[in-house]
């Protein structure tokens, strides 16, 4: 594990962390083996949930089910935050703006002395047009408040054999990295943790979301590259 603690100490260097969300339960079906790693390894650490995943009216259901979901993945309640935007509401089709999603993650940026941002990739994992307008907000915060010197992260989108290769992606992930050294590679070392953080889920917790949690690599390794504005 030397190689792996060498490489995600590029990751951050100050403790404040900010992950970057859409939706309730995006934090245990994509990032949770980076919110582990840094949970366990003292970092302290903040969420941005940027709607309750409303597009079925459970909106409120949901963003108590996060708040159960933080609490496995040791993520402190009082550093959550969610919003319900009239502007920023879940669901394909929502046009979120970029603007206002800069402006947001800036508040937070300022009010929390952030000093590193982890977020969704160009395609969002899923290709959700939510996921895909979080990560144009941040790299719009980014390349507007240069002079702040925020690192940021991006969650790679992975094709579709290595998305639901399990574990085996461990190794895929690792042979990825070492032809590309810039990419950071988070094991999780406690994958029944992320099933357990997404069983809070009770509303989304249906027999295909199991399945992808059991399968899915990104219960087992996230492949961070830096983001570059």
Known sequence: MAWL????????????????IAHPDDESMFFS?????????????HMLCFSTGNADGM?????????QACAVLRVPLE???????????DGFGQVWSHDLLAKVIGEEVSNHDIHTIITF??????????HRDVHHGVLKFLQTNSERNIKA???????????????????????S??????????????PWKSYKAMAQHLSQWVWFRKLFVSFSSYTYANTLDRINT
């Not at 603690?5 to 970057?20: D, G, H, P, Q, Y």
């Not at 550093?79 to 509401?89: E, F, G, R, S």
């Not at 990295?177 to 406690?190: C, D, F, G, L, T």
Request: aromatic content about 10%.
């Open 59 to 67: 909106g409120s259901i949901r963003k108590d089910e996060l708040h």
């Open 177 to 190: 990295s070492k032809r590309n050294p810039s990419k950071a590679i988070i094991i999780n070392e406690q």
């Open 79 to 89: 550093q959550l935050k969610v919003l319900d935007h009239p502007n920023l509401q």
């Open 121 to 130: 990739d160009n395609y969002g994992v899923s290709g959700h047009c939510n």
């Open 153 to 175: 992260w991006e969650l790679a989108s992975l094709n579709i054999f290595r998305k639901y290769s399990g574990p085996i992606d461990i190794w895929l992930s690792i042979f």
């Open 33 to 45: 083996p980076t919110i582990n790693y840094l949970a366990s390894s003292g970092y302290n650490l």
């Open 5 to 20: 603690v060498a490489t995600l100490s590029l990751i951050v260097i100050w403790k404040n962390v900010l992950f970057v």
